[in-house]
């Protein structure tokens, strides 16, 4: 049935999504532990070849600080599933966008970069006191310091999504259903 086909094809869109963004940054993130090994800090002492990227000033700008100092691999690994985690109802969205318009699901996927870039411009146009980033790849990467991010920001990111593609559920299978 039309149920049963959308769902089976929206699930394996997600997890080929997860799939194709997760598997190369594991990797990547295995060799760079392999090869540039670092030293796990705590508050009291940092080595002296990170205390440049452990400044004040920049670690009052991340979302976790006490976890970026004491476990870095951990937060390189939450990054990288977080990654994966976005990037799979992206590409559900645009699976379900392409039901509806007859362009390439990599130029819909592209609007979603396109959104990123206005999202950041807008960040450095329009921010206000409380936060003034709103480009969903600075929260990802838990490690950037962009100025003016908010926690409450990063499940938005994921729930926002989630609540389009279930939107879109019913007419795509509309959709399906006039096509058959």
């Known amino acids: ?45 940092i080595s002296a070849d990170q205390a440049w990227y452990f400044s004040p000033f920049r670690m009052g700008k991340l979302l976790f600080p006490a976890a970026t100092i004491s476990h870095p691999y951990l937060l390189c690994l939450i990054s990288v599933i977080l990654t994966g985690i976005f990037c799979a109802p992206m590409a559900v969205l645009s699976c379900e966008l392409s039901f509806f318009f007859c362009r390439s699901r990599v130029l819909i996927l592209a609007l979603f970069f396109i959104v990123n870039t206005l999202l950041t411009i807008l960040s450095s146009v329009a921010g206000s006191e409380k936060i003034s980033c709103f480009a969903p790849f600075y929260y990802l990467t838990l490690f950037n310091s962009e100025d003016g991010k908010a926690l409450w920001f990063l499940p938005l990111l994921l729930f926002v999504p989630l609540v389009l593609i279930a939107v879109l559920c019913l007419p795509c299978a509309k959709r399906i259903k006039k096509c058959w």
């Open 1 to 45: 049935g039309v149920k049963k086909y959308l769902s089976g094809k929206l699930l394996a869109v997600a997890v080929s999504a997860f799939l194709v963004v997760c598997v190369p940054l594991l990797l990547n993130l295995v060799l760079c532990m392999i090869t540039f090994p670092v030293e796990i800090n705590n508050f009291s002492q």
